[in-house]
């Protein structure tokens, strides 16, 4: 039996692709622009982040590949698109900062989690760049070594 993954009791959706595939330099906090039968889905837990990408256009930001399935008892009254555009909600400065950092060759702006603070919907979103086959062995042998190392911590605390 597979083992579930800790996460906060806030947390809907983890990009946990991201985190393998690009070495993550600044993260920001953004809000969501939702439509209700979203809202619902998303407390049952109903959403996924891994083909999703931010992209930065006409000094906003957009949520591209989000997909939240909708629940067959919120969404009768509306056609639900899952994988529809969503607005984030960043301010001016923020904005401007991701605006100059994507400009520059390498860098992008993924979508990292999906989170409640107090009732409202955020997305964790990060400025990254991409790391070569080389980094992913590293990052991978690292944690294989720190798996081990509790391993071995465990194993002499019962003996």
């Given at each position: ?19 393998h ?35 930065l ?47 520059q ?55």
């Amino acid at each position: 039996m597979a083992k579930k993954q800790k996460t906060s009791p806030g947390t809907i959706a983890l990009n946990k692709k991201a985190r393998h595939e690009y070495h993550i330099e600044e993260k920001f906090e953004a809000g969501l622009v939702l439509a209700g039968w979203e809202v619902k889905s998303l407390r049952a837990g109903k959403a996924q982040l891994t083909e999703s990408y931010v992209l930065l256009k006409d000094s906003e930001a957009w949520l591209l590949g989000a997909h939240i399935t909708p629940l067959n008892t919120a969404s009768t009254h509306v056609i639900a698109d899952p994988t529809r555009t969503r607005k984030l909600l960043l301010n001016q400065k923020e904005l401007s900062k991701l605006f100059s950092a994507t400009e520059q060759k390498g860098h992008t702006c993924v979508p990292l989690a999906l989170y409640w603070k107090k009732n409202l919907v955020k997305c964790e979103i990060a400025l990254v760049t991409g790391k070569k086959k080389h980094d992913k062995r590293a990052t991978e042998k690292e944690r294989d070594w720190n798996r081990e190392k509790q391993r071995i911590v465990r194993h002499d605390a019962k003996h």
